[in-house]
């Protein structure tokens, strides 16, 4: 494929005339503008491993395939898979774009804390059909160990010392996860290489073991990756991760940060995976590219000169080719891609091996994350005063009313619409909007934040992203404080109406989860941020709350 925009055109001949491609395949880390033996060296050199994927994965193959094989005989019913980020967000795309195969379990991702959300799980449980995969590449990921304390309670209480046999975990050699599933005797322990990043894991037994479970073919998942691999070692423009990553750079080069995924129903959920994978991995040191996953095509007057489209079309459903022929029209690059669903192994490697591509570009490490920790690091603080004093550490709020509190540091107002309005009128060309919800998940949350992300573009041209806690702060957390100081984030809470014990830990689900609200907006501010928590007094109005809150800010354009 060749690209039509002319800046990625020459950014894919400049890394030819490199040997970009090649360098990645040698693990020569000076691809991503790091001398050897350096800390940044060794960090790339220790997560090279999705390179050669397929070889690694093809002796678990039998294994993994055996596993699912048992869920039918032993006639499971559900799965849950505890996890967070790259280890949870590639199940969540398998599911959704490869169906659950007649007489294999239905797939349920965990990667929340919502009180909600898990008392819901819990209330729905056949402890006999039920099956566990809890999955850490650290081992130790508080939201996954927390879920594992909770779900392994109610199991040992329905089913006794077998309980352990509905428990499968998925984690890195030596951690805390493999030790404690061993002496749990869990039913599998699946050891992961451990030079596979998280983000990058997904044709991993990351991928492979939930894969399994669902009744997918995983040889061909694998296979399939295996042979865009093969194809991406090209030194051309027949290289279609090096075309793509070429476009993602040159979109960053060129002041287009903003990179909108343009894609089918088949493909929506495809979107989390290519937001965590690329904000994750780019949005470091000022630099970066903001993914836009789930936004409807607009009119071309409606972007700003911030944006950068991809259009992913398959063999089943392709986005509005008409919307996207406006947009080129009218100056904005577009690039269309195209898969068969029954590829979906080779979609994940050739975004995987695009943004190495891009980050040997922006000659920044794409493997680390270094501001992902500080969010943990201040959520822990919070529960040490949580549990010193029995109340967080918190701001005094900026204004409020009977249904809302606006606090922030930056923004002011007389009450919430006005700070929610002076946060708006902020903007300036290339800024953009996060809203990062810990409202219990539900339609009406997500239809209130999607028209007000409508209205705000119509009225200001900005993107926007919508991120739910703590799922986001693995994902796009990552590039809202490490990527340019260009974002206003609405934090958006609620009273959880129940307080659920975490085992073993002195704390319930919903102290967790406002822990982490509250450890975000510190880290946000930290990095001077323009950050607004809206704290909702009824969280089972604060949908319509929110509508009205914005409405009231904006006037009419809302």
């Excluded at 056949?126 to 594992?148: N, Q």
């Excluded at 194809?231 to 423009?237: S, Y």
Aim: net charge negative; charged share 20%; aromatic share 6%.
């Amino acid at each position: 494929m060749t690209i039509a925009w002319e800046p990625a055109a020459r950014l894919a001949e400049t890394l030819l005339a490199n040997r970009t491609v090649s360098r990645i395949w040698d693990r020569d880390v000076s691809a991503w503008s790091v001398s050897p033996g350096t800390p940044a060296a060794d960090s790339i050199a220790s997560r090279l491993g999705w390179l050669d994927v397929a070889r690694t994965m093809a002796p678990h193959l039998g294994r993994v395939s055996a596993l699912g094989e048992a869920a039918t005989r032993e006639r499971v019913e559900a799965v849950y898979l505890l996890g967070m980020g790259g280890s949870s967000l590639c199940a969540e795309v398998l599911r959704s774009v490869l169906g659950i195969t007649p007489g294999h379990p239905e797939l349920f991702v965990m990667d929340t804390t919502d009180e909600r959300a898990i008392t819901a799980a819990a209330g729905r449980l056949d402890p006999a059909r039920t099956w566990f995969i809890v999955a850490s590449k650290s081992g130790g990921t508080v939201e996954v160990a927390s879920l594992e304390r909770y779900f392994w309670g109610r199991m040992s209480a329905a089913l006794g010392s077998v309980a352990g046999h509905h428990f499968i975990a998925i984690t890195d050699p030596g951690t805390a996860l493999e030790k404690l599933a061993q002496s749990r005797t869990y039913g599998e322990v699946f050891v992961n290489p451990p030079d596979i990043g998280g983000r990058f894991s997904a044709l991993s037994l990351f991928g492979l073991v939930p894969a399994a479970l669902i009744g997918a073919r995983v040889g061909e998942l694998s296979g399939a990756g295996a042979a865009m691999a093969d194809g991406c070692r090209q030194e051309n423009h027949a290289n279609a991760g090096l075309e793509l990553g070429a476009f993602i750079g040159a979109g960053d080069l060129n002041g287009r940060d903003k990179l909108t995924v343009v894609l089918p129903l088949s493909l929506a959920s495809l979107g989390l995976w290519v937001e965590q994978l690329v904000a994750e991995s780019t949005g470091k040191h000022g630099l970066g590219l903001l993914p836009v996953v789930d936004e409807p095509l607009g009119r071309p007057d409606e972007y700003g000169r911030d944006r950068l489209f991809v259009a992913l079309s398959t063999d089943v459903d392709r986005p509005d080719a008409d919307a996207l022929n406006a947009l080129e029209d009218a100056g904005h690059p577009v690039l269309r891609l195209s898969m068969r669903l029954d590829n979906l192994g080779a979609e994940f490697f050739r975004w995987e091996f695009a943004t190495a591509i891009a980050g040997a570009a922006l000659e920044i490490n794409p493997f680390d994350e270094p501001n992902v920790s500080e969010a943990k690091a201040k959520t822990t603080a919070q529960l040490a005063a949580f549990a010193r004093h029995d109340r967080f550490t918190e701001a005094a709020a900026a204004a409020h009313d009977d249904a809302v509190t606006a606090t922030s540091r930056a923004l002011t107002g007389t009450a919430p619409p006005a700070v929610v309005r002076a946060a708006i009128d902020s903007l300036s060309a290339g800024d953009y909007v996060a809203f990062l919800s810990y409202l219990p998940a539900s339609a009406e949350v997500e239809r209130a934040v999607a028209n007000a992300r409508r209205a705000i573009r119509s009225r200001t041209h900005a993107a926007s992203t919508y991120g739910v806690g703590p799922r986001y702060l693995h994902s796009t957390g990552q590039y809202h404080k490490g990527g340019p100081n260009t974002v206003v984030a609405f934090v958006l809470t609620a009273d959880d109406a129940t307080e659920t014990p975490i085992p073993d830990s002195g704390y319930s689900f919903a102290v967790l989860k406002r822990a982490q609200a509250l450890g975000d907006v510190e880290a946000l501010e930290a990095h001077d941020r323009r950050t607004v928590r809206l704290h909702f007094t009824n969280a089972d109005t604060a949908a319509a709350d929110l509508e009205r809150l914005f409405a009231t800010a904006a006037g009419k354009n809302f």
